[in-house]
């Protein structure tokens, strides 16, 4: 089992829907868990970290955390297309999973 | 605040050979990371410092791989005679956390090996 699985995707939206983007962690003691963006030929950056069971919003991104599932989410509301990358979980700050490639459809 | 760089850019080598990495944190950073992307994946943890000192290697990385970070400040990364295989996007990225636990990190632009 990996330790940071995602939907590899792609992920399709049309412009202005909700985008959610799902990861799964094994290492039951995970504290930290936090949401890259990637364009392509682009390093990550950072969009949101959360260490906390619950919601966590800023602007139009939600990440929400689930430790007893062992689940991590993102939502991205009003989609836009300057939104289409790759989105990478990563828990404990170095693990990543292999990221979820989004695409916005104008 | 100019932010983490890396140094070259694209390194092209043959099988074989060694090459060098260097990373410069953000000057106020205390963490230091490298990581390993190929096309299609997630950047693949390889090893960090904090400060100077070494914390956690990948037990997936071959004794090919070398790193050190001298005084705290830059970084290098050095792999020893490359193979087809080491060819990718080496990234660096710091962080300014002090104890335990985690905090986010800012990426450099990675450096591109391409082994031939």
């Known amino acids: 089992q990996k330790e940071v699985e995602q939907n590899s995707g792609p992920l399709s939206v049309p412009e202005g829907a909700i985008a959610s983007l799902n990861c799964t962690y094994s290492?039951?003691?995970?504290?930290?868990f936090f949401w890259y963006r990637q364009y392509s030929g682009k390093s990550p950056e950072l969009i949101m970290s959360i260490y906390s069971n619950g919601d966590k919003e800023d602007g139009r991104f939600t990440a929400q955390l689930n430790k007893a599932s062992q689940y991590v989410s993102l939502l991205i509301r009003d989609s836009q297309p300057s939104d289409s990358a790759t989105y990478l979980c990563?828990?404990?700050?170095?693990?990543f999973g292999a990221g979820t490639r989004l695409t916005v459809k104008p | 605040d100019t932010g983490v760089s890396q140094n070259p850019r694209h390194k092209i080598t043959k099988r074989g050979q060694n090459v060098t990495f260097r990373c410069d944190p953000i000057?106020?950073?205390?963490?230091l990371y490298w990581y390993r992307q190929t096309l299609g994946q997630g950047p693949e943890f390889l090893t960090y410092?904090?400060?100077?000192?070494?914390l956690e290697k990948s037990r997936l990385l071959s004794d090919r791989f070398s790193a050190e970070r001298p005084k705290g400040s830059f970084s290098t990364l050095e792999i020893q005679r490359t193979e087809q295989g080491d060819s990718a996007m080496y990234l660096c990225?710091?962080?300014?956390?002090w104890g335990s636990g985690s905090a986010e990190q800012f990426f450099g632009p990675g450096t591109r090996l391409t082994v031939l």
């Open positions: 290492d039951r003691g995970s504290q930290s």
């Open positions: 410092f904090q400060n100077e000192a070494q």
């Open positions: 990563a828990v404990k700050e170095r693990r």
């Open positions: 000057s106020e950073h205390n963490r």
């Open positions: 990225a710091s962080s300014s956390k």
